[in-house]
């Protein structure tokens, strides 16, 4: 069964950087592209970030685009989330999810990660 | 950007209704449209891909139909664990987006 467990997520000042961990289980992970969706406290979905199986393309949404890096490391079946100059509107559970296709719809997610950005 | 667009924001039914949420784009995303469902502390959970195809393990009761831009999810028979949110997706350009949500709950 596919899981994904996310991790580094944590309580942060507005400028500072933190970086998220997913590590895939239970599939091919260099086989799928694999996404970043967040949503803020009892807020909506919002898409952050996709990678492609190889690593080769990336997307950003306008809101991260020059502050978040998305990246995988296919033999150790992990994904990244680099977040640099980080805002009060990042605070939100970060999901780690699963494409089933490209541009992709989700088929596995992680439980979230929780990041708080605050002074 | 697509803004994906849906309707109610809430719907309020009992048990053993049909549910009927809708989703309108934007502008044309085909057929590149999905349907998750959340529970409250949970991850989302995929049920319907590409407009009307039902995701592995999801029940025959929950279908998806439409193209272009408007879309529907039907719930024909609501469960008791079927009251949520419901958020649609189109994959068809980036950036993805996602709609608002629609939640279902017990009137």
């Known amino acids: 069964e596919a899981q994904l467990v996310e991790s580094g997520g944590g309580l942060v000042q507005p400028g500072g950087s933190l970086r998220l961990s997913c590590v895939a289980s239970g599939f091919t992970f260099s086989n799928y592209g694999m996404s970043w969706v967040r949503q803020a406290p009892g807020k909506g979905l919002e898409w952050v970030s996709d990678i492609s199986t190889s690593g080769g393309g990336t997307y950003y949404a306008d809101s991260v685009k020059g502050r978040f890096t998305i990246s995988r490391d296919n033999s150790k079946n992990t994904l990244l989330l680099q977040m640099n100059s980080l805002r009060a509107e990042d605070t939100a559970v970060y999901y780690c999810?699963?494409?089933?296709?490209?541009?992709?719809?989700?088929?596995?997610w992680g439980q979230g990660t929780l990041v708080t950005v605050s002074s | 950007e697509i803004v994906l667009t849906q309707s109610p924001a809430t719907l309020s039914l009992s048990p053993g209704e049909r549910a009927t949420l809708s989703c309108r784009a934007s502008q044309s995303v085909s057929r590149y449209l999905g349907w998750y469902q959340q529970k409250q502390g949970q991850a989302p959970r995929l049920l319907i891909y590409d407009a009307s195809n039902r995701a592995t393990g999801i029940p025959a009761r929950f279908s998806g139909s439409g193209s272009g831009t408007d879309f529907t999810l039907t719930i024909s028979s609501l469960e008791p664990e079927d009251f949520a949110v419901y958020y649609c997706q189109q994959r068809s350009n980036w950036p993805l987006t996602f709609g608002p949500g629609t939640k279902v709950d017990i009137k």
């Open positions: 999810a699963k494409a089933r296709s490209w541009p992709p719809l989700y088929d596995q």
